[in-house]
Each structure stands twice: as structure tokens, then as C-alpha cells.
């Protein structure tokens, strides 16, 4: 049931006065006692059902509380995990179609990562009627923003876990009727390490326009994996396409450089997941002096690698999530200075710009609005 | 009372190894932070919240007497809970590294007059950095009050017992006057405009806790309404003079020392901590009564360390006093009942000019 601007504006007073009453504090209380996935403030979501999709993949499906604002197939959900009293934040694909607030159930696709603390806990410890406090979707890997993509054709790359979001497109495109001309490659190193393969051919069995093609490391066919050309040949017209990438970081750059070497950048679209692998070390040599307000002090750095971890070093706790660039959780505003994003290799010295500080070396003296946590 | 030796001066030789074994314990602790921290809290949050239901409930319900100082005790105990070991210690930011919203010093508002932003400025960031340096920390004497002879007299200080009675009834307020600055107004130390945005936020809050525990809980009450604000007033009471006491004996008591503007000046982390050892007092007791004081109890151990989780202080507490008597600085501790009286003693002869001018 949708609420009207009138009610929401009117709950949201009615909350703001409850919490400055100090209400919201026994009522969570009591929520939180009993377990439930209510929360006055916060995004929860309860498993009602774990699915094992391959050996080392498993799906999580969710249902959350009225705070859910939906999402757009294609984006991520964060997933806080406590681990020895410490809050964990990772980022997860959601593999459904697109939902809207109405709508609450939603699954996420986790990869257990050999020696991942807050996977390997996801996989053992998380049954069905455990609750999660999750983030709202983001993410810009959604086809809306390519250019009326569904009537023009895609091609769907990806490998290893990054099948996901493509898999939450293709979902969302068939539940719309909207499947086009499309062509999905899918790189895996085994057969066995191939999830949601049997709902792919199903899709493509009711949707003809679309083309799945798998390629293997180890396959019996003898083939390679990724290549520039086994990919042109399976698919001549890549060029035409608008492209969507996903998968590990070397398949990536391969088909980056493909794209880009043929004048194609802009017709690809990619969503990266994991710890980039920072661009050689491009940071200004030397220390570099950090002039941090609120409160104001300095703090000298070795001027080497991510300014969170350049922070940390110095004795300063910023708040971080995901510490590979994606959940925003470090994001601080820059006064001054220069600094190089290191997953996009770009420079920007503009004032008063929001800078992620995980993925972000200085490349001078800095001036950081940073609240000191001690 | 025992009466300790002055403390060593320390050679910077002697600071610096000082300081690096008080690093090195800071360090070991941190790494030790885990499960059992973020239990504790939670488990005093659950009962802070379970106390001032029960207590609201019996002041809202009963009639007789009997429910009353019930109900008014369970809501003081929730307050002083709620102010002491909760909100001054998450507000430190001792439970920041646990990333959990609820616990996160930034975010935390208590159930106090005082607006959490201006307590965390002067408090966090004044007092804990320029700790009993006169003219730099505000929280000696609390402007009014001549805890130390070097304070010059004034002839309002022929008043401060009285004084001091009267900030015990209503610390609260003392605390969040204190947090506007005031008393720098009407000294002309302070602009109009820095008061202006000093008082609103202080405006507002004290506006609602006012309106929550006079105005909203007693109309819920309808005919109890009476009872109800009066219990609310006292548990506000009890919660103040409790607080007043403790805050007290943390930088009041005989034997602790006061400093010069110029002494702190360029000091080293160790000349720092050894500062923090003189200038704090411990307070003896049980495990329920340094959980009450939030474990200010600790003052020495918490002024070493404020941003570890305070329930560790008990635990730490005989490694600091051997540290200290190795390197010769007063560990001042004593009970709560003997603590309490050196203070009130001290407040009594410094309101007087010539005395106390150091026998020591």
C-alpha cells in the first residue's frame, strides 16, 4: 500500500518527536529483545531461505522491513555482520529483479572467500529466520541508464561470482517482457563453478532473443577462457552493442583495453567488485602534511597508499565500510589539496569535493573536514 | 587519611619510558577489545531501559507510597546508568570502534540537559586534554569553585559552600551552563553571537527533557500527573547529587595536583600521562558502585586512557599503581565516604583567603 506525502511527512514528525523523547530508545529496546526485524530507524531484513548455488555460492533470500525503498536490478545492498563485537560491512549483488518499496523480498548472492570473515559467517552461521541489518540499494549498474538499452541490443560479459548482477538484469528484463536481442558470455574456471546456469537456460529456452554462451578455463572442449578473440568470435557485432562487464579484476582490464583500443569505452558499462589493484604506487613521494577540522589538528603522513589507511596509521579513526571504494561509509569532504582517486587513476583538486578516503592517495598537502572520534 | 609523598618530578629520560610502557599497555588493551565489551554495554543498556520502564510503570500506576519510592528509585537508577556508564563513556567514544550505530559517540544524545555536542567539545576535548591546568580546564573549580590556594581569592568565595550545595541539587544544569559558557559572557570573554549559538542548542534540548519530565509523562498520567512530575524530580535530584559526588572526587581531593598554564606547555605524551596521574583521584568500592559511577570510579585509569571501554579500568587498575609507584607519582585513591569529605573539607577552608595557603 503506497502512503501519502501528507502521512509519511506527518509519521516522519511523529517519529522525530518519539525519539527526541527518548521513546525510540525503549521501543528499539523491546524490539530488539524480541528479535523481530521492526525497527524504528533501522533497515532489516529476516532470511527466509538460503539456497546453495554452487559449492562456494550461496543465495540469501530476503525479506525486509517497511524502511526497504527497493531497488533497480543491476545494484548491491551493504550487509552488516557483527564479528567479536566489531560491525563488518560488505557489498552484495542483489540477483532479483528490480523490486519497489511495495515489494519486499530480495536475494543477494554471496561468495565465500577463502579466509573472508564475514563470508565464511554468512555461509556457516546464517539460517533461515536470522536477521541482517542491511544498507538501501546503490549501485550504477542498472540498464536504465544506458540509453533505452531494452529495445537496442546488450551484451551481457561477466565472470566467476560476477554473474550476479547480470543475472538480476536478466530477471528483471524477462519478469518486463523486455528481453531483447541479447547475448550473455559467462566466463567460469569449472562447469561445477557456474551458478544460476540452469535458470539462465531456462530464461533463454522462454525468451528467444536471447544467446547464452559459456566459456571455461578447464572445459572439454579445449577451450581458454577469456580471449580477445574467441570473444569476437562468438560475438562479431560486439561493437554495436551496449556492453555490461562484471568479474574479476584481469578479465576486466582485458576488456577494457579491447574497448578501448577500438574507440568503445563509452558503450561500456562495468561494476566492479573486490579490491582494485592500485595503479602503481602514484602517489606524491614524501610525507604529506593532513590538516584535518573538527577539531583542528595535523597530521603528518607517509604520503604512500589510501588515505584511510594513511589515517589509520597516524592514530586518526575515520568511519569505513567496504574499504575498496564502494559503500561511501568514508566519504569526507576535501577543503583542499590534490588527490588521485585510485581505481579511476584521475586527479581532482576541486574544493569542497566528497572524496572516498579508501580509494583516494594524496598528491598534496591536504585539508579534510574529519570529525576526531576520540 | 594516609598522606603520600609530593611526585617525582620525572626526567624527560624518565617520561619517555613512561610513556612507552603506558603506549604499549594502551596498545595491548586495544587489541583486546571484543565480544565481552560490546556484552557488557548492552547488557548495562538493557537494564538501564528495563529500570526506567519498571520505574515509569510503578509512578504511573501505584498510589501508595511504597510504589512511589520504588518507581522514583528505578528511574534514578536508570538515569544515573543511562548519564554515567552509558552516555559519558559511549560519548567518549570508547565503544566506537565496535561500529555499531547505537554506540557511536557522534551520534549519542543522553538524557540530560546538556546538549551532547557542547559536553563532548569541553569535556572531551578541554578538560581531558589540558587536565587541572589552571586557566586552560575549565572543569577546575568550575569557575566558581577555589579547589586549589593557587587560585587567587575572591570574595565570592566566602559563598562557595553554599554554592557547591546548591550545584549538587541541580549538577545537571551546572553541567550544561557550563557547556554554553556563561559565566565567560558576563565576564565579556565571549561575544554575543558565540552565545547566541551556544544557547540555542542548549535552549532545545533543555526544552524537551523539561517538556518529557514535567510536561509529557505526567499528562500520560492524567490523574497521577502530580506523582509522576514528582517523582521525575526527584530521581533528577538523586541523579544529580550522585553525579556531583563522584565528578567531585575525581579532581577535588586532597593530594591532587593543580598546574601552571606555563607547566603543560610543550610537554611530551609522557609528561601528559604523568600529569593525568596526579591530577585525577580514584574512588574505592564494589563492582555495583564503580558500575554506577560509570567507573569514574577510575578517574586515574580513565584520564590514562578515555577512549577504552570504562568496564576494563577495575582490571587495569593494579598495573597503573604499580607503574606509578615505580616511577614515583601519586596514585591518590581512598573511600568514597573519606574521598567525599576531604573535598567538602578543602571547599570549607579555601572560602576563606588565608588559609590553605599550601601546609603541605
Known amino acids: ?374 | 587519611m594516609k598522606k603520600q609523598p609530593e611526585p617525582t618530578a620525572l626526567t624527560r629520560e624518565q617520561a619517555d619510558a613512561l610513556e612507552k610502557e603506558l603506549d604499549d599497555l594502551h596498545r595491548e588493551l586495544k587489541a583486546d577489545l571484543g565480544q565481552a565489551d560490546v556484552d557488557h554495554i548492552r547488557s548495562v543498556i538493557r537494564l538501564s531501559r528495563a529500570s526506567e520502564i519498571v520505574g515509569r510503570l510503578l509512578l504511573h500506576f501505584g498510589l501508595d507510597p511504597l510504589t512511589f519510592v520504588a518507581g522514583t528509585s528505578a528511574l534514578a537508577l536508570s538515569k544515573i546508568l543511562e548519564n554515567m556508564e552509558i552516555g559519558h563513556n559511549v560519548m567518549h567514544g570508547q565503544y566506537d570502534w565496535t561500529l555499531d550505530p547505537a554506540l557511536d559517540s557522534r551520534a549519542y544524545e543522553w538524557d540530560l540537559v546538556c546538549a551532547g555536542a557542547d559536553w563532548r567539545e569541553y569535556h572531551n576535548y578541554e578538560h581531558h586534554t589540558f587536565t587541572n591546568v589552571l586557566g586552560k580546564d575549565r572543569d577546575v573549580g568550575y569557575h566558581y569553585l577555589r579547589v586549589t590556594p593557587e587560585q587567587p581569592w575572591r570574595p565570592m568565595h566566602l559563598l562557595q559552600p553554599l554554592l557547591a550545595t546548591g550545584l549538587a541539587f541541580g549538577f545537571q544544569w551546572g553541567i550544561a551552563m557550563h557547556g554554553v559558557k556563561f559565566p565567560e559572557k558576563f565576564e565579556g570573554q565571549k561575544t554575543l553571537t558565540e552565545l547566541h549559538q551556544r544557547v540555542v542548542p542548549f535552549l532545545r534540548k533543555a526544552g524537551w527533557q523539561l517538556f518529557k519530565d514535567y510536561g509529557f509523562f505526567p499528562a500520560l498520567a492524567l490523574g497521577n500527573a502530580p506523582r509522576v512530575a514528582i517523582g521525575n524530580l526527584l530521581a533528577n535530584v538523586i541523579r544529580n547529587l550522585w553525579t556531583f559526588c563522584v565528578i567531585f572526587c575525581g579532581h577535588f581531593p586532597e593530594g591532587v595536583t593543580y598546574y601552571k598554564e606555563g607547566e603543560a606547555k610543550d610537554e611530551s605524551r609522557g609528561q601528559w600521562y604523568a600529569r593525568q596521574i596526579n591530577g585525577s583521584a580514584n574512588i574505592e568500592g564494589g563492582s555495583f558502585f564503580h558500575l554506577l559511577t560509570g567507573h569514574l570510579s577510575h578517574q586515574i585509569e580513565h584520564h590514562l586512557f578515555p577512549d577504552l571501554p570504562a568496564s576494563r579500568y577495575p582490571d587495569l587498575a593494579p598495573r597503573i599503581r604499580e607503574i606509578c609507584a615505580r616511577y614515583g607519582q601519586r596514585y591518590t585513591t581512598g573511600p568514597f565516604g573519606a574521598q567525599l569529605g576531604s573535598v567538602a573539607k578543602k571547599l570549607l577552608r579555601l572560602a576563606l583567603p588565608q588559609q590553605g595557603l599550601t601546609t603541605a
Open chain 1, 1 to 374: 500500500m503506497r502512503e501519502t506525502t501528507f502521512g509519511r511527512e506527518l509519521r516522519s514528525t511523529a517519529l522525530k518527536i518519539a525519539q527526541r523523547l527518548f521513546l525510540d530508545r525503549s521501543a528499539s529496546f523491546v524490539l530488539d529483545e524480541l528479535g523481530t526485524t521492526r525497527s524504528l530507524r533501522e533497515l532489516r531484513a529476516r532470511v527466509v531461505k538460503v539456497i546453495d548455488e554452487t559449492p562456494d555460492i550461496k543465495t540469501f533470500v530476503l525479506e525486509a522491513n517497511r524502511h526497504w525503498r527497493g531497488h533497480r536490478a543491476g545494484q548491491y545492498v551493504t550487509v552488516d555482520v557483527e564479528l567479536d563485537g566489531v560491525r563488518h560491512r560488505r557489498c552484495y549483488s542483489l540477483t532479483s529483479a528490480s523490486s519497489d518499496q511495495s515489494s519486499r523480498r530480495l536475494s543477494i548472492a554471496v561468495k565465500r572467500v577463502p579466509g573472508g570473515r564475514v563470508s565464511t559467517f554468512l555461509h556457516e552461521r546464517v539460517r533461515p529466520g536470522a536477521v541482517l541489518n542491511i544498507g538501501h540499494a546503490s549501485g550504477d549498474f542498472v540498464l536504465d541508464a544506458v540509453p533505452s538499452a531494452a529495445s537496442q541490443s546488450l551484451l551481457l560479459l561477466s565472470g566467476g561470482s560476477g554473474v550476479t548482477p547480470v543475472l538480476s538484469i536478466l530477471r528483471d528484463l524477462d519478469a518486463r517482457d523486455a528481453v531483447g536481442d541479447v547475448v550473455f558470455v559467462h566466463h567460469a574456471r569449472r562447469a561445477i563453478d557456474v551458478a544460476f546456469w540452469a535458470e539462465l537456460l531456462s530464461i533463454s529456452r522462454r525468451r528467444p532473443g536471447l544467446r547464452l554462451e559459456l566459456c571455461l578455463d578447464e572445459g572439454d572442449d579445449g577451450s581458454k577462457g577469456f580471449t580477445e578473440e574467441g570473444l569476437m568470435a562468438l560475438v562479431p557485432d560486439y561493437a554495436s552493442r551496449h556492453t555490461l562487464l562484471c568479474g574479476p579484476s584481469g578479465l576486466m582490464a582485458r576488456v577494457e583495453r579491447m574497448w578501448a583500443q577500438r574507440g568503445l569505452t563509452e558503450r561500456l558499462k562495468l561494476e566492479r567488485f573486490g579490491s582494485p589493484t592500485p595503479l602503481g604506487s602514484p602517489t606524491h613521494d614524501g610525507p604529506v602534511k593532513v590538516r584535518l577540522t573538527g577539531p583542528e589538528r595535523t597530521r603528518l603522513t607517509s604520503g604512500r597508499g589510501s588515505l584511510l589507511a594513511q589515517l589509520e596509521a597516524v592514530g586518526e579513526r575515520p568511519a569505513f565500510g567496504c574499504r575498496v571504494g564502494i559503500c561511501h561509509t568514508c566519504t569526507c569532504t576535501k577543503r583542499s589539496g590534490t588527490v588521485m582517486n585510485l581505481l579511476t587513476g584521475l586527479t581532482s583538486s576541486r574544493a569542497g569535493e566528497a572524496i572516498q578516503l579508501c580509494v583516494s592517495a594524496a598528491m598534496s598537502d591536504l585539508h579534510l573536514e574529519l570529525q576526531e572520534t576520540t
